[in-house]
């Protein structure tokens, strides 16, 4: 099995799915010939992944309906949702099988998951549902937020306590404050000027600058500038804290990959180092460097705040996991150490990235240059 190289160490969290859901279906495990690295299996669709102040780490499995948790030495500590033997939507549920459904408490196909200053938690439901559930920090379930969307696939809560919402199927990203009170929504409206939050108006998908396609995530620097990753558009945007367009990077219409924050032109698919294919995920580490996980290329790219491009991880053209950051040659999809098959989320915490390795069913934590 392919090892990684430059100080490059790796814990995977692997999956595996029986029939039947068993009372513990998490265990933890150390492959051999693998370096200390760590398997936990159980998973069957992990399209996110969240660790709080603690270590503890979250991932929301879209198929089972139910948010997952583990302490920072990767123990398992219980799951949120639905349980079937009791119809109970509150607690850490240490056993049981999950139900999912679109009724109070129930989870039908959970996507993000954050937590907010005071230890609430939220997770983005997907499957067109208006709605993200709300638990306080002991896992009891409080209510459900976010009504008058379509399709809420992401959360993002900055320093403020500004709430953020990725609005995949309006073509949108909205924000409350933290007093839940509606500031307005970025994205394109019928004959409206694109920049700036809005109180009004209708959504619509839109190539223009400022305007979305499917945007999958936000994220808020300490700045207060606004990223917003599209899969429609295949293109990262940035925007002031009061919603004015600053920019995007990706690959131009013309094959070019654009220098910085770009202020005209097209963006397009491509499979290029610096360039994205369905891109799902953002987020940044300490020194604010921005990492991107793109379900497409099948490979987690890095930029620096200013939008240079520093380099990708992944599977490379020899099927072999990359050698640290590459600046060139094409990632492929892999099921080995370092490789990722769809990796529709990404967390940069202590120098480790978290990635949730949605159809290798795992999440793979990679301590990184």
């Known amino acids: 099995m392919q090892m990684l190289t430059r100080g490059l160490f790796i814990l995977v969290l692997g999956l595996s799915y029986a029939s039947c859901i068993s009372a513990t279906p998490w265990t933890v495990s150390s492959p051999k010939g693998l370096g200390g690295s760590k398997v936990i299996k159980g998973f069957r669709a992990p399209f996110g ?67 907010d200053g005071k230890g609430n938690l939220y997770v983005s439901d997907y499957d067109r549902q208006d709605r993200i559930h709300k638990y306080d920090a002991s896992g009891a379930y409080l209510t459900d937020v976010f009504k008058g969307g379509l399709g809420p696939v992401s959360v993002f809560i900055d ?3 500004n709430f953020y919402v990725c609005d995949f199927n309006l073509h949108r990203v909205t924000k409350f404050n933290a007093a839940g009170e509606f500031m307005g929504w970025l994205g394109a409206a019928e004959k409206q000027h694109f920049d700036g939050f809005k ?47 600053m920019g995007w990077i990706g690959i ?20 290029k180092p610096g360039g994205f294919d369905e891109p799902t995920s953002i987020t940044m580490d300490e020194k604010e460097n921005i990492f991107v996980a793109e379900v497409g290329n099948h490979r987690i790219q890095k930029f620096s705040k200013k939008g240079e491009f520093l380099g990708w991880m992944g599977g490379g053209d020899a099927r072999q996991a990359s050698d640290g950051w590459s600046k060139d040659g094409l990632s492929l999809a892999g099921d080995e150490i370092g490789q990722f098959r769809n990796p529709y989320d990404v967390k940069a915490v202590k120098g480790f990235l ?15 240059d």
């Open 49 to 115: 992944i969240y660790v709080d102040q603690d270590g503890n780490l979250y991932v929301p499995d879209l198929d089972e309906g139910r948010v997952i948790r583990f302490d920072k030495e990767l123990k398992f500590t219980g799951w949120l949702g639905m349980k079937k033997e009791s119809k109970e939507p509150s607690g850490w549920h240490q056993r049981g099988t999950p139900l999912r459904g679109l009724g109070r408490g129930e989870m039908q196909q959970p996507h993000a998951v954050v937590i």
């Open 159 to 161: 320093k403020m306590g």
């Open 199 to 245: 109180k009004e108006g209708v959504s619509m998908a839109s190539t223009n600058l400022g305007g979305f396609s499917k945007p999958h995530m936000v994220h808020v620097d300490s700045a207060g500038y606004i990223y917003v990753v599209e899969m429609g558009n295949n293109r990262i945007q940035r925007f002031a804290p009061d919603g004015r367009f």
């Open 252 to 271: 131009n219409s013309e094959g070019v990959l654009v220098s910085g924050w770009a202020m005209k032109g097209q963006s397009a698919a491509s499979k």
């Open 354 to 368: 978290y990635v949730a390795d949605g159809y290798n069913r795992r999440v793979q934590i990679i301590l990184y």
